[in-house]
């Protein structure tokens, strides 16, 4: 069994930065992929990027590519978001999920195991 739990959601204004830290327990096996999904209120829950755990492959929303940075510290088992140029709607609540085994990272429905999520709210 897998535990996330993700931190560092806050308030910023637009252009600022933050980032997310999501915090693994449990026994992550070579083939485990790691990824961020966000959601706004009244809103799907939408893809923003994700890690192979090991390789390190990546892979990005391109609403968010060239803007956030994903990453991963596979010694401390944690899983890194680091978010600038921040916009408006980039507004939601941020969720650290994780799979053992995925063809297509993008697919918030093959994942198995999600934390409870991190809100961020970016003003104009």
């Known amino acids: 069994q897998v535990q996330l739990e993700e931190s560092g959601g806050e308030s910023v204004q637009a252009g600022g930065s933050l980032r997310l830290t999501c915090a693994a327990s449990?026994?992550?096996?070579?083939?485990?992929?790691m990824g961020w999904f966000r959601q706004a209120p009244g809103q799907e829950r939408e893809f923003v990027a994700a890690i192979r755990w090991i390789g390190g492959d990546t892979y990005y929303s391109p609403s968010v590519k060239g803007r956030f940075i994903i990453s991963r510290d596979t010694g401390k088992k944690t899983m890194f978001l680091e978010m600038n140029a921040l916009k408006p709607e980039d507004t939601a609540k941020y969720y650290c999920?994780?799979?053992?085994?995925?063809?297509?990272?993008?697919?918030?429905?093959?994942?198995?195991?999600w934390g409870r999520g991190t809100r961020v709210t970016v003003s104009s």
């Open positions: 449990g026994r992550l096996f070579g083939s485990f992929t």
């Open positions: 999920a994780g799979v053992q085994e995925v063809a297509r990272p993008q697919l918030h429905c093959a994942y198995e195991y």
